[in-house]
């Protein structure tokens, strides 16, 4: 194995060296295990050539203070795509070894990530392999994350992801599969990102407004050569009603549990007395919009609803700024509409 200058001159080795003697070198000195808390087995794993093939790594200085060590892995089923660790301010104690994997690799490779012999603090290291097919997602997802922190924590309800330290991209998620990515990653960045939980509702509203929109462009553009009159004509019947579409879209989505789980949390609401609640209730009743519905269809209905009251669209639905406990609602429900957004875009949280 090849040894960089800077890790000759702190370990004491020559190179190229073997793997046994580097790894006594780790072994007899604290510098490895007090630095990146890791023994010497571990360091000489991360730094092999089998453990960084493939990989980049990049730093950059954190605009935010953090007093925790922070880790974020975005990973697809065939494995590590990225990992991102936040370097809290100095005096923190060890890095995990998750962090410490990352952070002896970066050193090895030369990254600016130790001075004066301790980890520089306020940092960002990131480790992630190029040509994976959520290189740009994980790139925008970090980013969007430190941004988070520390005034993130602070959120109410906190975001489902923001404490998560891996988040898994399932091979058919829609930041990935298609040249309709982009549009989808920028609407889930914008609702895992909004701060005002009001408009974090209407972000994870438009993730699937453009689902069901995506959903009918694709059946127009599937039929427009062959029978564009009828084809036009049944994508402006379709657009008539946004209900019909989400409906539609929750179904091909198979987000009936979720939506399931929607109604149960809108119903413990109504009975605990939540005048917001019942005001949604009554604007459907008068509608008759509730009608030979399923309970998951309600669900589907009272999120519909909710959107409508945020934006003040149409009559049939009350304002939302209009009720005190407008807001005690959204924050029992959000973490159900940021279940939803995340199983209808193929992301899992761990």
Not at 114 to 119: I, K, Y
Not at 286 to 291: C, D, G, I, L, N
Not at 337 to 344: A, K, P, T
Request: charged fraction near 20%; hydrophobic fraction near 45%; include cysteine.
């Amino acid at each position: 194995m090849d040894i960089p200058l800077h890790v000759q001159a702190v370990l004491g080795v020559g190179t190229p060296t073997t793997d046994d003697d580097l790894l006594v070198a780790a072994e007899g000195t604290a510098y490895i295990s007090d630095l990146f808390g890791l023994n010497g087995r571990e360091f000489v794993d991360a730094v092999s050539p089998m453990g960084m093939q493939g990989v980049t790594f990049k730093t950059e200085p954190l605009q935010q203070s953090s007093t925790e060590w922070r880790v974020l892995d975005v990973s697809v089923p065939e494995g590590l795509a990225r990992r991102a660790v936040m370097i809290p301010d100095a005096g923190a104690t060890a890095p995990p070894s998750a962090a410490g994997e990352v952070l002896a690799q970066a050193w090895f490779a030369g990254q600016p990530v130790v001075e004066g012999g301790l980890l520089r603090p306020r940092l960002l290291v990131q480790a992630f392999r190029t040509g994976a097919e959520v290189e740009a997602f994980g790139a925008e997802l970090v980013s969007t994350w430190c941004s988070l922190f520390p005034a993130g924590l602070g959120l109410i309800p906190l975001p489902l992801w923001i404490l998560k330290n891996q988040i898994l991209v399932v091979p058919t998620s829609k930041v990935v599969v298609s040249a309709k990515s982009r549009h989808y990653v920028r609407l889930f960045l914008e609702a895992v990102s909004e701060t005002k939980a009001k408009w974090r509702f209407i972000s994870c509203y438009r993730v699937l407004e453009h689902g069901y929109l995506d959903a009918v462009f694709d059946e127009l553009s599937n039929s427009f050569f062959s029978a564009p009159a009828i084809a036009i004509s049944a994508a402006t019947r379709s657009l008539e009603s946004e209900l019909f579409q989400l409906i539609a879209l929750v179904e091909s989505a198979s987000l009936q549990d979720l939506f399931q789980e929607f109604f149960d949390e809108f119903e413990k609401l109504r009975g605990s007395g939540n005048r917001f609640v019942h005001s949604l209730e009554r604007a459907a009743q008068v509608m008759k919009e509730t009608s030979n519905k399923k309970s998951w269809e309600q669900g589907v209905l009272f999120f519909y609803k909710t959107r409508c009251a945020i934006v003040h669209a149409g009559l049939g639905a009350p304002i939302f700024d209009a009720h005190p406990d407008a807001k005690d609602y959204l924050e029992q429900m959000l973490p159900v509409c940021e279940r939803i957004v995340l199983s209808f875009l193929g992301i899992a949280l761990s």
